[in-house]
């Protein structure tokens, strides 16, 4: 015992002596002979640069982990790509090494000296003049790290995410692929508002694959070298493209298979992650069979990329404007109610009364992970006061700026100038239901978004702010006829933390459907 004692304490000796060594280095100011791929990003301002001790920091080396693939015949021609995981962090460069490309496999850790090397940009920044003696392979690794991600976050940010594998949820391939049309080529897909490139050379063995309409795709992100300010993505395998078009829609579905009948924007505490909307089924419906999307928007001041801008895209505007939730599993009932929203499933807010016995179509942590390939993280998705704020219904998944609701519902304040651009003709366009019209009923004018004509109804906010309740709207619904014979209402239903989760399905002001 006194031999493992006597070792314990040594050992501990050891790595104070040790510290205080690391400690003494950095005090004495003893330069790393490493940059981060983030700082040496930085030092790129517009035009070539030669990297220098002084403007290296008097480092000399990068490291990274290479994400090309030369193998799949589709990466710019010369050129590794490699990325550098810190702590909360993920940077990328790309390398011209010219023939030298097809001695790097995906997956190596490498040294590379960058030492009097060039920094220079051609679409995407990379650095130039890299030798056989300049690069080290270290190791293999067997995970190569990726990030879901939109258009719109993207765009913001491009220096972070450029070179990186990124992976795009819900793209719209836009013009709408012919039949027989492959990706050989340079494809472009929408994504919320914002436009990406998709780019496959010939030689790639997935070049004569068939287009779909909507994908989602993976690959490494670079700037486009033939069109600026465009970034692009280079998939590498058939494996990096998933279709997921919409089936084709039955005919006799009929109108407002769906209804909005309940709404909780401000419930009590944080909202992130805990609010939800009430749907009511006017038919049986199964999910994967026929899949539907909820979209919300919440104009408020700090959700919008431009001060005073009406939506790029409508509903498809993504960003912190609007988001999607994805209706793709489960079913529902004729006449029976179900919820979509925050994944807490919570009445109203934190240590509130659960609510996972009712049925949940869709529930994610939106102000964790945003929304179903629509719409960045966001913690208040339903505004709690100021502009209006609202929901939409949609058939499939797949929505782009003309595509029409069948169902929405608006509240909120009385701007108009985050809400529409009548002199661009862009807006939310509306359902034809009880309180909106695409055409105005007596001129037969058009008027297809919301705050023209019209189209003016806005449930009011409700006071006070952050004690919960839940906005019931009750109407009489004709299943047979499929429309309303009264139109909807509201009631601000008051909630506590401890409220029964039949306050939200029963009372006289729930919406009622007759034959």
């Known amino acids: 015992m006194k031999k493992n004692l006597t070792y314990i304490f040594l050992m501990l000796a050891c790595i104070l002596v040790m510290q205080s060594c690391e400690k003494r280095d950095f005090l004495n100011g003893t330069p790393s002979p490493y940059i981060a791929i983030e700082d040496l990003r930085q030092i790129h301002k517009g035009s070539d640069v030669q990297m220098t001790a002084e403007r290296l920091s008097q480092a000399q080396q990068i490291t990274g982990v290479v994400v090309s693939n030369l193998q799949s015949g589709n990466t710019p021609e010369g050129m590794i790509i490699i990325q550098q995981a810190r702590p909360g962090k993920l940077h990328g460069i790309a390398l011209n090494v010219g023939n030298l490309a097809s ?65 795009i949820v819900g793209g719209e391939i836009f013009p709408r692929p012919e039949l027989g049309q492959t990706f050989s080529g340079v494809k472009r897909m929408v994504n919320g508002a914002d436009t990406l490139n998709i780019r496959t050379l010939p030689t790639a063995p997935f070049a004569d694959l068939q287009v779909p309409r909507n994908i989602n795709v993976q690959g490494l992100l670079l700037g486009d070298s033939e069109h600026q300010g465009v970034m692009s993505i280079w998939p590498s395998s058939s494996a990096d493209i998933e279709d997921v078009s919409d089936p084709e829609i039955p005919g006799d579905l009929g109108d407002m298979p769906l209804i909005f009948t309940g709404y909780c924007p401000d419930p009590e505490g944080g909202d992130g992650n805990y609010e939800y909307i009430q749907l009511l089924a006017n038919t049986d419906i199964d999910f994967s069979e026929i899949p539907f999307s909820v979209v919300v928007t919440n104009n408020a001041g700090g959700n919008q990329p431009n001060a005073g801008a009406a939506p790029g895209a409508g509903w498809a505007t993504g960003g912190t404007r609007t988001l999607k939730f994805n209706l793709t599993e489960g079913s529902v009932n004729k006449g029976e109610f179900f919820y979509v929203g925050g994944h807490q499933k919570r009445i109203n807010g934190a240590n509130s009364t659960s609510l996972t016995e009712l049925n949940w179509v869709r529930a994610i942590p939106y102000a964790n992970s945003g929304g179903d390939g629509l719409g960045d993280v966001n913690p208040n998705i339903l505004a709690n006061s100021g502009n209006a704020s609202g929901m939409a219904l949609f058939v499939g998944t797949n929505i782009n700026e003309a595509t029409v609701p069948i169902d929405l519902v608006f509240f909120g304040g009385l701007g108009t100038a985050t809400i529409i651009d009548s002199v661009n003709n862009r807006g939310y366009r509306v359902a034809n239901n009880d309180h909106y019209r695409p055409f105005h009923l007596e001129t037969g004018d058009a008027q297809p978004f919301f705050s023209m004509g019209t189209n003016q109804y806005r449930i009011p906010h409700f006071i006070p702010a952050n004690v919960g309740f839940f906005i019931q709207l009750g109407g009489v619904f004709n299943t047979a006829t499929r429309k309303w014979e009264t139109t909807r209402g509201y009631n601000a239903v008051p909630l506590t933390k401890q409220s029964p989760a039949s306050v939200l399905e029963d009372g006289e002001l729930v919406t009622r459907q007759t034959e």
């Open 103 to 167: 001695n790097y496999q995906l997956g190596d850790s490498i040294f590379v000296n960058v030492s009097n090397k060039q920094l220079k940009r051609n679409g995407f920044l990379y650095v130039d003049g890299i030798a056989s003696t300049d690069i080290e392979v270290i190791t293999q690794v067997s995970r190569i790290y990726r990030r879901n991600i939109t258009a719109s976050v993207i765009y913001q940010r491009p220096n972070d995410y450029e070179s990186t594998i990124v992976r």
